[in-house]
């Protein structure tokens, strides 16, 4: 009998050693986060094109959404036309003119007003869509957005209209100035009137700019809250980006651990996965104590005070944002 209670103890005596967890005060684990940053839209309009999906990586100035700039694209051209034709009468101001010009002029309006009735009648045509469809969808036999995408077709005829009709208001000024005298002031005014076209121009470039929603840096797609061909709203959050150079290891190290840590220390990491120009360096230590988080072996570690630590992942390579990552805060490189 005593024989058998002495094996038992031994039994029990090694199966204790062999479950007992030796901690390496090292060793840590934690995740990799970095710096969100949201792309706001500065236009409202239609989303025509989504480039790149939710992970992805981008480089700098990569377009990620397009929005649809055509009615911008028909105005700049309109622009460009007028400014042109503001060069050719500032000049015309300048060399004299004859009666080919007055006939020029003339047939030009004709052109334009040839134009404008076409203008009206597809305005005309668009707007009674747009009205009947309006009804419908007060009645709720249509959704916003079948509406959007018809107010969009009035919305661009009645621009291009409008375009037309102060081209022929350009038109019959120029006509009119031909049949007067040219005096210094009307020469300087054709002069400001290239200078206000370059202005309307620029601007016109700059909303066309806008329309691309491009990557201010190198980074990974977080979300995309749209889709295409939705309509969106000036000021919407399109898309969230996570910096992919500024990648930062959250950890929690005990306080009687701290003296193993100093701002600006290399520390290495343990996986495998992490090329051989990857490492991190300390840049935060907070002044704070804090439970352990979430992610701990035992209930007394749950109790122990630790300090959070946050660690900057020099050359991050294939590393990516939400991963857990192991790190050895000795200084020694895991070769």
Do not use: H, W
Request: hydrophobic letters at 35%.
């Amino acid at each position: 009998m005593k024989k058998l209670i002495l094996i038992l103890f031994l039994v029990l005596l090694l199966g204790g050693c062999s479950i007992t967890k030796k901690i390496d005060p090292n060793i840590y684990t934690g995740s990799v986060e970095g710096t969100e940053i949201i792309l706001k839209s500065e236009l409202s309009g239609k989303i025509e094109n989504i480039n790149y999906s939710e992970g992805d990586r981008l480089n700098e100035n990569d377009i990620i959404i397009e929005i649809d700039n055509s009615d911008l694209k028909i105005n700049l051209e309109k622009n460009i036309i007028l400014r042109d034709i503001a060069k050719i009468t500032y000049n015309d101001l300048l060399n004299g003119i004859n009666e080919f010009d007055l006939k020029s002029q003339e047939n030009k309006i004709n052109s334009i007003e040839k134009q404008i009735n076409e203008a009206v009648n597809n305005k005309n045509y668009y707007e009674k869509i747009y009205n009947d469809n309006k009804k419908l969808y007060n009645l709720g036999s249509i959704s916003k957005s079948k509406l959007d995408g018809i107010e969009l077709n009035y919305t661009s005829t009645k621009n291009k209209l409008e375009l037309l009709l102060q081209e022929k208001n350009v038109a019959v000024n120029q006509y009119n100035k031909l049949e007067t005298s040219i005096s210094d002031e009307t020469i300087l005014k054709a002069k400001k009137e290239i200078e206000l076209r370059n202005l309307d121009i620029k601007n016109i470039e700059n909303q066309i700019e806008k329309s691309n929603i491009k990557s201010p840096i190198k980074a990974t797609i977080q979300n995309i809250n749209f889709s295409e061909g939705e309509i969106i709203n000036q000021n919407s959050n399109l898309c969230a980006i996570i910096n992919q150079d500024k990648l930062y290891l959250n950890i929690y190290i005990p306080e009687k651990y701290l003296d193993k840590i100093n701002l600006g220390k290399k520390v290495y990491f343990e996986d495998n996965l992490v090329n051989t120009d990857t490492y991190g360096e300390i840049f935060y230590i907070s002044n704070k104590a804090e439970f352990t988080p979430k992610n701990v072996e035992s209930k007394e570690e749950k109790q122990e005070l630790v300090f959070k630590v946050k660690i900057r992942i020099i050359n991050p390579n294939n590393i990516k944002p939400g991963m857990y990552m192991t790190i050895n805060i000795s200084g020694d490189k895991n070769e």
